[in-house]
């Protein structure tokens, strides 16, 4: 019972244009939302976050959306730039993460 | 910074074999979990503690045994090793369950393949 759903296991964009990777959860008790971004062989590293009494949270090019209602967050990359490319995880917590499948972006030059 | 520490990095076990995954931590970290990532499945937590002598179980904790001695350690034990472990696993720290303004902080990975 996948309870955080990344529905697009990949998404392709060119440098400068905006990525827009999207997440959606099913457990109501959700209360806190984080976006981590993973390069091969390495570990996922944090990359932003919001709290569910926040629809928006900005960290200079990255913006994260909250929409309560849907159950559904989305991550912008404004602009993307090729070492953004990476796989994104979409997580979600009242207390331990639960994570989606992940979404590899590929940003082109 | 050493941060979230793993090892092996890579390991080869055969079926029935039993092994144990390292996990350090130098952040003074309470809380500390084990994921497994899988093609398609994500990230799955296995077993995670809040604290020295506190565990329990994740989404998925068939197969693996932990505990936490210390607060910096939090070993992952594979009884008997199956080829549905085959997985990379990750370790991970935080100063507290998941709340704003709280990251957890992952190790590298071990890729673990049992043949």
């Known amino acids: 019972d996948q309870q955080v759903k990344q529905n697009s296991p990949s998404l392709s964009v060119q440098e400068g244009r905006i990525s827009i990777l999207n997440c959606d959860y099913t457990?109501?008790?959700?209360?806190?939302f984080l976006w981590y971004k993973k390069y091969p062989a390495e570990g996922p590293t944090f990359l932003i976050s919001?709290?569910?009494?926040?629809d928006k949270n900005e960290d200079g090019r990255f913006t994260v959306f909250l929409n309560k209602s849907a159950k559904h967050l989305s991550l912008h990359i404004v602009p993307s730039q090729p070492g953004d490319s990476a796989v994104y995880f979409c997580?979600?917590?009242?207390?331990?993460?639960?994570f989606g499948a992940g979404t590899r972006l590929t940003v082109k030059p | 910074n050493a941060g979230v520490t793993q090892t092996p990095k890579f390991q080869v076990l055969k079926t029935g074999q039993s092994m144990t995954l390292q996990c350090a931590q130098d952040?003074?970290?309470?809380?500390m979990s084990w994921y497994r990532q899988d093609p398609g499945m994500g990230l799955r937590l296995i077993h995670y503690?809040?604290?020295?002598?506190?565990?329990d179980q994740g989404e998925v904790p068939n197969g693996y045994n932990v505990s936490r001695s210390t607060t910096e350690d939090f070993p992952l034990r594979l009884l008997s090793a199956a080829p549905s472990q085959t997985s990379v696993y990750f370790c991970?720290?935080?100063?507290?369950?998941?709340?704003?303004?709280?990251?957890?902080?992952f190790g590298q990975g071990t890729r673990l393949t049992v043949v």
């Open positions: 919001i709290s569910s009494i926040k």
């Open positions: 991970a720290s935080s100063s507290l369950p998941y709340r704003e303004g709280t990251e957890a902080f």
């Open positions: 997580a979600a917590s009242p207390s331990n993460m639960r």
């Open positions: 503690s809040v604290g020295a002598g506190i565990t």
């Open positions: 457990n109501s008790m959700f209360d806190y």
């Open positions: 952040m003074n970290h309470e809380y």
